[in-house]
């Protein structure tokens, strides 16, 4: 068997479909798979993923067998939910995308109107996996001149980076692009934002690649997974992924919840009680801070709500 191999070859994972993997190499794209031996190993996460790095061994066919893959430097990774529902005693980890740069969130402010609670979880999904985020807010032409800055200016105030885009008149457009170029991006945006049209705004025909994944993994109803990253002009890629569209916390307790908001977390030590939960104690920090202004209403009604979610997964373990 082992005379059949050719030779090894290393490169980055740019498309995963179906058990098949696509490997970036210096001899060009190879259709690569899993050998029995690493699928028969038990793992709380996926043996490979988009993203990685890996060394494949080549075979008469031109395809290859997976052979290594390098440690990860970063992921971002959601909770794989189980078909009947979701328990964090079986939670296991997917990996969307492997060694990601950043995390760019695309949200319109018109048309679908946008949902700033699901923001915040994508942050603390991206808090908690400690990638950068990026907000993009788009269609800022179908909005009252600076509602858009106005709507997302708490997230500004917290030091998050973020770009007001129109894909039709072209604003922010250069911004994004320099944003991108270099890094392994990935993108999560509803369906609707215009993250489509911005990007072909940012690269020409770049956008219809990615729309072109997302409606082949939509028609299968995600019985195929169908991850890709796209590579740009400037250097960098473009990571898409089905998952992103909805991203349960892996491995987040809800006592550490508060630590991946930003202005809640540097709070927690000033609180009276070490197991504070910030809702009712006396002597709380974080409703000190909500009290005299410092703190987003909003933004500790996510907190609250995400806490109560997480508590009652927890409460199920028992």
Not at 230 to 249: C, K, M, N, Q, S
Request: glycine share 8%.
């Amino acid at each position: 068997m082992e005379d059949s191999y050719l030779q090894q070859l290393e490169g980055r994972v740019i498309k995963a479909l179906s058990g098949f993997f696509t490997v970036e190499t210096e001899q060009g794209a190879i259709i690569s798979q899993i050998p029995g031996r690493l699928k028969k190993e038990w793992l709380e996460t996926d043996i490979v993923a988009l993203g990685d790095w890996v060394t494949i061994s080549l075979t008469e066919e031109n395809t290859g067998i997976i052979e290594a893959v390098a440690e990860r430097h970063s992921a971002l990774s959601r909770s794989r939910v189980q078909a009947d529902r979701r328990r964090l005693s079986s939670d296991r980890e997917q990996v969307l995308v492997a060694n990601p740069d950043q995390v760019v969130f695309v949200f319109a402010i018109k048309k679908p109107r946008p949902s700033l609670r699901k923001l915040d979880r994508f942050l603390v999904v991206a808090e908690s996996n400690d990638l950068p985020a990026l907000i993009v807010v788009n269609k800022i032409d179908l909005a009252v001149p600076d509602k858009a800055r106005d709507m997302f200016q708490v997230y500004s105030d917290i030091g998050y980076r973020v770009i007001y885009t129109s894909a039709n008149e072209g604003v922010g457009v250069d911004e994004l692009r320099q944003e991108l170029q270099g890094k392994i991006s990935v993108l999560a945006g509803s369906s609707g934002v215009g993250k489509s049209s911005l990007l072909n705004a940012v690269e020409p025909g770049l956008g219809l690649k990615v729309r072109v994944v997302s409606a082949a993994t939509e028609k299968g109803l995600h019985t195929t997974r169908h991850a890709e990253m796209f590579p740009l002009e400037g250097g960098g890629y473009v990571a898409d992924t089905p998952g992103i569209r909805g991203l349960a916390l892996y491995d987040v307790e809800p006592s550490e919840l508060d630590a991946y908001f930003r202005e809640i977390g540097p709070l927690v030590a000033q609180c009276r009680f070490s197991n504070c939960t910030h809702q009712h104690e006396p002597g709380c920090a974080v409703r000190t801070a909500l009290a005299d202004g410092r703190l987003s209403p909003a933004r500790y009604d996510s907190y609250l709500r995400l806490r109560e979610e997480h508590e009652l997964l927890d409460e199920a373990l028992y």
